[in-house]
């Protein structure tokens, strides 16, 4: 489920994010550049007031846009 907030492109770039994909391999799995990948990354950053991906997937499971799954 999306967070207000957070696109459902963006959701799918925080979910492999946290899965540990690289930004080259979130790009290929997505169909889009890496530029995309790291201006989504960006965005997620000012719109979660973070600095560092760290605090962006920190932030994600404290707000509930991601959960873990089993």
Known sequence: MCHSKV??????????????????????KLYISTHTVLSHRKNLYGRLGVK??????RSTFEKGILQLSN
């Open 7 to 28: 696109s459902h492109r963006e959701h799918e770039v925080l979910e492999l994010i946290a899965h540990e994909y690289t930004y080259k391999e979130i790009a290929h």
């Open 52 to 57: 560092n991906t760290a605090g962006l997937i």
